[in-house]
């Protein structure tokens, strides 16, 4: 499995309470392009309508090498999941306050794959509070790496 690219501000930005292995209907210059690594998912999230799963704002760029028939960089993409798992996430997201969002993109025996999450929007404090435990955690270690290399 060759993770091809991350949404680093997901896990600051978002409580993730579940996530999904989805596949992704592409085109061919796509595909091209997402082994290159030149994919971006920072503003990208998932919608769910007439019972299937779509990836919006995906940014994918134009492979190139390819010849006219380019695809358009940021449309919109049919995710490949199962028919429970759709009907599961649609529950979920009519509940208050949960998204469906991408967590990463990679390639899995040689077909593109994206995870996607069920998650929650954190308020500032949330985020505050993250940023303070990371912060402690990171003293604390330091500390404990300084006496374990000192001896005492």
Sequence with gaps: MKIVTQNKKARHDYFIEDSYEAGIQLLGSEIKSIRLGKVSINDAFVTIKYGQ?????????????????????????????????ILKLFAKTREQGFTLIPLKVYLK???CKVEIALAKGKKNYDKRDDLKERDSNDRLKKIMRRRWTHGS
């Excluded at 919006?56 to 199962?82: D, G, P, V």
């Design 109 to 111: 025996e040689g077909l």
């Design 53 to 85: 799963a779509y990836i919006h704002n995906m940014h994918i760029a134009i492979y190139e090498f390819s010849n006219q028939f380019n695809h358009e960089e940021t449309r919109t993409r049919k995710l490949l999941l199962h028919k429970n798992e």
